[in-house]
């Protein structure tokens, strides 16, 4: 099992940047692939990047693309996730979430992890 650990959210003005970290422990870290999803008040929870287990293939949502970017240190059992340019859009509780590598369950969707963290809240002023 793995347990993890979002910090890094805050409160920031739009056009502004935030960088999420998602502190792993338990199993070796490179053992899984990782994700970020988040969840606005009244909405589902959506899919907002991944990441492998090496690091060599990430994956956006469309509406994050080019603003955010997923990153991973291994060897500090860490990931992160960059956010520049902030629209109030973007407000909502960020989660990270991992699977196993040899998963070949999509990684876009929440039922393509098996482990949660509790959440950070990005709060993005107009």
């Known amino acids: 099992q793995v347990q993890l650990v979002e910090s890094g959210g805050g409160l920031v003005q739009a056009g502004g940047s935030l960088r999420l970290s998602c502190a792993a422990s338990g199993r070796t870290f490179s053992s899984y692939a990782m994700g970020w999803f988040r969840q606005a008040p009244g909405k589902e929870r959506e899919f907002v990047a991944a990441i492998n287990y090496s690091g060599g293939s990430t994956y956006y949502t469309d509406s994050v693309k080019g603003r955010f970017t997923i990153s991973r240190d291994n060897a500090k059992n860490t990931m992160y996730l960059q956010m520049n340019t902030l629209k109030p859009e973007d407000t909502a509780v960020y989660y990270c979430?991992?699977?196993?590598?040899?998963?070949?369950?999509?990684?876009?969707?929440?039922?393509?992890?098996?482990?949660w963290g509790q959440g950070t809240q990005v709060t993005v002023a107009s």
């Open positions: 979430a991992a699977r196993s590598r040899y998963s070949a369950r999509s990684y876009y969707t929440q039922t393509g992890y098996d482990y």
